[in-house]
């Protein structure tokens, strides 16, 4: 039984789902199910968010605009969810930074945080358009929850608020560090972040800055110079199979 | 002093290097320094294969197709390396295919199976295409030795073939196999293998077949559904982190 709903389109639905409820789904998902994959009334899709866990409902009724469905059955209890896994970033060139946010949805982050860094060179970034990112990245890879987005700060504010009850793996190259699966082994950390800078590489006022902080924890991610990017699927692959996450 | 050679390019040098020798270098490097990096005769370079290490070297003399450089001295020694990291994995599109690619020899990869699966959409590869990716993201990572690249084969041939004493890591999907760290952990490996299937999965009877040899071992790769290239980052930075290569 659980195979056929596997082939059923899987969206993210903001609004709380409940049995018999019907829901106008969202244009943009609206529109995927009808002019993407040819969906009509009676066909089934399942619906999930964090509060309401997985839902299994059929299409009832279409308008040029909305799909239409009724709430059948939960099929995913929501996660109780306690860990935590933040990643702090800094934004890189376009096709690379969609990867680096369709990889943390995958790899399980929670928290994702933009940040800018003497050697960023995009300064900018367009939250609307990675939170639609992070919306297809949890409808493809089965995720329940959506990871939340900070808003684009710099190191020093960010350094400035953080709860230092979270350690922060910072990735800094060159060093002789602790190697990253080592350090985050060492304790079983519920929350936890990982940072990595931009391509040119964190300044050493930048390197002094962090160290001033208790929380932070250099780590090595190895022999090999990483790209931007590669540093963060290693960091994030690591921490989250320690974490089980 | 080192910080020097840093700044210098680094390019792959497929000929044998010796103190003072004098080298042309391949065509695509000469172009890539002459009109990419604007350098010009008494400019420093430094260049690596697998045999000789990596050196450092001035431009020389130059043609309308040729870099000519003079060997100097030394400044890493060839590796020693006797660990092997086996990826054996299906070929997908374009952008993402690139990007399996790039990953592997920055994950520290040395060997390269493009496989043919029964759900394999991209069947047909260009090795020469593969080959430059592999020296491109070589060049960038500081590696000194290339992954060896495999002809395309499909599951059958490769497993008829496999050296049984190298265990293949097998990702296979919604199976409560042992997670991949736990299973690479468990003995001290100096060769193994990740095995990783095509975006639409392994079929029942690629599973049976791959059930009936001894070197697979099937792993998870934890809770969520990885997209394919996920997948083939997250078992690399595991296995590179696990084996410190």
Chains 1, 2 share one sequence.
């Not at 639609?132 to 890879?141: L, V």
Request: neutral net charge.
């Amino acid at each position: 039984m659980d195979k056929i709903f596997h082939n059923f389109p899987r969206l993210y639905c903001p609004q709380a789902m409940t049995k018999g409820a019907i829901l106008n789904l969202p244009e943009d998902g609206s529109h995927y199910l009808r002019n993407v994959l040819r969906k009509t009334i009676g066909d089934g899709v399942r619906l999930f968010n964090e509060q309401n866990g997985e839902w299994i409902a059929k299409i009832s009724a279409e308008t040029k605009k909305f799909m239409t469905v009724t709430m059948d059955e939960q099929i995913k209890q929501p996660d109780i969810q306690t860990s935590e896994i933040h990643l702090i970033f800094s934004p890189i060139k376009k096709d690379r930074n969609d990867m680096v946010i369709e990889k943390a949805v995958e790899l399980g982050v929670t928290h994702i945080h933009p940040v800018l860094f003497a050697r960023t060179i995009v300064r900018d970034i367009k939250p609307e358009r990675i939170q639609s990112q992070i919306i297809e990245a949890a409808e493809q890879c089965e995720r329940l929850s959506l990871p939340h987005l900070s808003s684009l700060t710099d190191l020093k504010k960010l350094l400035g608020e953080w709860n230092k009850d979270i350690p922060i793996f910072a990735a800094i190259e060159r060093t002789d560090a602790t190697p990253l699966l080592q350090a985050a082994s060492s304790n079983s950390l519920q929350k936890l972040a990982l940072l990595v800078g931009p391509e040119g590489g964190i300044t050493a006022e930048e390197i002094d800055l962090l160290n001033t902080r208790s929380f932070i924890k250099p780590v090595s991610l190895g022999p090999r110079i990483l790209r931007a990017e590669t540093a963060v699927f290693y960091g994030l692959s690591l921490l989250s199979a320690q974490m089980k996450a």
